[in-house]
């Protein structure tokens, strides 16, 4: 039987990559000189897409592949793909829930924890010799805050499990309450905003969620604010935070993610108040093997007839 074909249009974990190579006839769409040839001579065959978070797959790209039975994405946020497109032509989405939940909430910690008591800034200060004229500046402290979680899901929960631990109080913003946490429940960013003295992002992108965190609500959270983004760029507006965070109206931030990564605007990179991650939430090697290995799982089951592994649409 010949081998099902496979356009791979994002890169992920190198070992899984080649285990899938292996099994299948893949064609790297990003190492194609010309990739609308590519596309042309796979169009009469080609039933699968593989693709990452990042680079999604757009309604021009699927429609240029007739026989599209399957996109597979390499994460657990789909908003790169035209999931309406995908619907309306019964192509399956498949992604990687859960198998990263735990080490993106670890980042987000890790990002809080950094924000707040200046890790990068005092790893700074120790190698450029400063310690030496004298101590860093004393900094924020993370006990008893009030953390604001927008988008209690598999990622929002973990997080909050974890400010539990560092005994803050949480309350989350959301399109559903939930009655199984006993978590102060907000029907709006801007009053959770105000309530909190820490904002994490940890929503899904695209449309439904854009500049969810406005410019409001970071003036509600305010100078002694702090706001952590581990979820797209796209939620917050983020050129206000800039703006606020380099006028004094916002204290601090941690970003993992931005708009049109990997671009980080200069004057966000300019800001001391800031800790810039590249999009690494779920990137260590368990994890993503983890992932590349539920890529592998839902195409294996599409070419042999099963129910997918982790549907999306
Ligand atoms: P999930 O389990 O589907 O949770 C998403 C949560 O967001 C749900 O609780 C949902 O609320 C909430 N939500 C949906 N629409 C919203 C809206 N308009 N406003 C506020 N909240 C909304 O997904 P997950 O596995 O936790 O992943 C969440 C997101 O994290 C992903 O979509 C991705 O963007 C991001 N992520 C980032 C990294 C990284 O490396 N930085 C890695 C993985 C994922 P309901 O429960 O009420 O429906």
Redesign the pocket.
């Known amino acids: 039987m010949s081998k099902a074909t496979i356009l791979l249009m994002g890169m992920f974990y190198q070992p899984k990559l080649d285990e899938l190579e292996k099994l299948y006839d893949c064609h790297r769409h990003w190492a194609a000189p010309d990739k609308d040839a590519l596309v042309a001579s796979l169009a009469d065959r080609c039933e699968i897409v593989v693709t990452n978070g990042g680079r999604g797959i757009s309604a021009q790209e699927m429609a240029q592949l007739p026989k599209l039975r399957l996109v597979a994405c390499f994460?657990?946020?789909v908003?790169a793909i035209d999931l309406d497109y995908a619907r309306q032509h019964g192509i399956a989405v498949s992604n990687t829930?859960d198998v990263?939940?735990d080490d993106?909430a670890d980042?987000a910690l890790a990002l809080l924890l950094g924000t707040m008591r200046r890790i990068p800034q005092g790893d700074r200060f120790v190698r450029e010799g400063r310690w030496l004229a004298g101590g860093m500046p004393v900094t924020r402290s993370l006990q008893r805050k009030r953390i604001g979680v927008?988008?209690?899901?598999?990622?929002?929960r973990a997080i909050a499990s974890r400010c539990e631990a560092f005994n803050t109080e949480v309350g989350y913003?959301?399109?559903?309450r939930k009655s199984d946490v006993s978590y102060k429940y907000f029907d709006d960013v801007v009053a959770m905003a105000d309530w909190a003295e820490v904002v994490i992002a940890?929503?899904?992108?695209g449309p439904?969620?854009y500049r969810?965190v406005s410019r409001a609500a970071l003036e509600a959270l305010g100078p002694d604010g702090v706001f952590i983004n581990?979820?797209?760029g796209s939620v917050v507006d983020q050129e206000a935070m800039i703006e606020l965070l380099a006028g004094g109206g916002l204290g601090a931030a941690g970003l993992?993610?931005f708009d049109n990564e990997p671009n980080v605007p200069a004057e966000l990179i300019a800001l001391d108040n800031v800790v810039l991650h590249p999009?690494?939430?779920?990137a260590t090697h368990p994890t993503r093997a983890a992932m590349g290995q539920l890529v592998i799982d839902n195409v294996a089951a599409l070419v042999e007839g099963r129910e997918l592994v982790t549907r999306v649409v």
Do not use: W, Y
């Open positions: 994460g657990v946020g908003d829930p990263l939940t993106v980042m927008v988008g209690l899901g598999r990622i929002g913003f959301g399109p559903n940890a929503c899904p992108g439904s969620t969810i581990i979820a797209r993992d993610v999009h690494q939430g779920s």
